[in-house]
């Protein structure tokens, strides 16, 4: 089964994408991993994201493209996967079904885990003061749903306009959410 993860920051979604991906044996492809590593390495595309990823606001799409794409047409997505965090945007959407026709990637279903304001909220500050996520401080968070909110939810019409779209609910003990993920991922 072939997937990618929707749902807002601090709704659970890479964690769960990740362990998910290790018990169904699939490949777990995070694009804030990717990121985070490269600007670690002081990569091109690191220096030019890291900027961006501290405001909590989106890497440009054209630089985001590039990247899935490098990874994609280097076999990094091979059949079985979750794609985490890609696409975020509509036209990173776009691109992404145009990527998959070129290379005979179906995609199988795009999956929301839905979880609301108050409680991504409660979640990430939380996080903050464990991880100290250079992302994480509360206005950063707040900016960080704000933009989910404008440029990422619009892509739940486009997948639901697939007709591919299953939403799982987020607000429940990370074991019943990932039962309930396990039953769509398999
Ligand atoms: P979270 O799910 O906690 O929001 P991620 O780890 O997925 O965070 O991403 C961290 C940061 O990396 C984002 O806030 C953004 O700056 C950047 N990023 C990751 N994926 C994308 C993407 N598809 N398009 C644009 N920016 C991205």
């Not at 694009?31 to 600007?39: E, Y």
């Not at 890609?86 to 995609?107: G, H």
């Not at 250079?134 to 486009?158: H, L, W």
Request: proline share 4%; no cysteine.
């Amino acid at each position: 089964m072939n997937l990618v993860f929707l749902g807002p920051p601090g709704s659970g979604k890479g964690t769960q994408a990740k362990k998910l991906a290790e018990k169904l044996g699939y490949v777990h492809l995070s694009t804030g991993d990717v990121l985070r590593k490269a600007v670690k390495d002081g990569t091109e595309l690191g220096r030019k994201a890291d900027g961006f990823m501290q405001a909590g606001e989106l890497v440009p799409d054209e630089l985001i493209i590039g990247m899935i794409e490098e990874l994609v047409s280097a076999g990094a997505l091979k059949n079985g996967f979750i794609l985490d965090g890609f696409p975020r945007t509509i036209p990173q959407a776009e691109s992404l079904d145009i990527m998959f026709e070129k290379y005979k990637i179906k995609l199988d279903k795009a999956v929301l885990l839905h979880v609301g304001d108050a409680e991504v909220t409660k979640r990430l500050l939380g996080r903050a003061e464990i991880e100290g996520r250079a992302d994480d401080n509360a206005e950063v968070i707040k900016n960080r749903i704000e933009i989910y909110k404008k440029q990422t939810a619009p892509i739940e019409q486009f997948y639901r306009g697939q007709s591919i779209l299953t939403e799982v609910k987020g607000e429940d003990t990370p074991e019943n959410v990932f039962e309930a993920l396990l039953k769509v991922a398999k």
